[in-house]
Nanobody
Framework: QVQLVESGGGLVQAGGSLRLACAAS????????MGWFRQAPGKEREFVAH????????FYANSVKGRFTISRDNAKNTVYLQMNSLKPEDTAVYYC???????????WGQGTQVTVSS
């Protein structure tokens, strides 16, 4: 199916920035939207942001609004997440996901670890 590979995670101090990327491959890649989710230790997976593929309209969780920016490069089949003003509570494994009408986030990447130190 659609294969997603996240990159760009790492260790950063509070207040710092990271830029995540998710590269998609597969002949069936034709998303309605692409999204970013995260899962912190002991917590459920939560929505972070998503972007419509055609228009590039972004949507954000309230917890990251104003700090994170989602974008996409249609030609490269890649979605990005620019994370600024990072907080320790942003520490999580970040996953990108693929959505097509009727699929409900059918494909997921392996995740990339983001650790924000105090």
């Amino acid at each position: 199916q659609v294969q997603l590979v996240e990159s760009g995670g790492g260790l950063v101090q509070a207040g710092g920035s990271l830029r995540l990327a998710c590269a998609a491959s597969g002949r069936t890649f034709n998303p309605t939207s692409m999204g970013w989710f995260r899962q912190a230790p002991g917590k459920e997976r939560e929505f972070v942001a998503h972007i419509t593929w055609r228009a590039g309209a972004p949507f954000y969780a309230n917890s990251v609004k104003g700090r994170f920016t989602i974008s996409r490069d249609n030609a490269k089949n890649t979605v990005y997440l620019q994370m600024n003003s990072l907080k320790p509570e942003d520490t999580a494994v970040y996953y990108c996901a693929y959505n097509r009408f009727g699929s409900n986030w059918s494909d997921w990447g392996q995740g990339t670890q983001v650790t924000v130190s105090s």
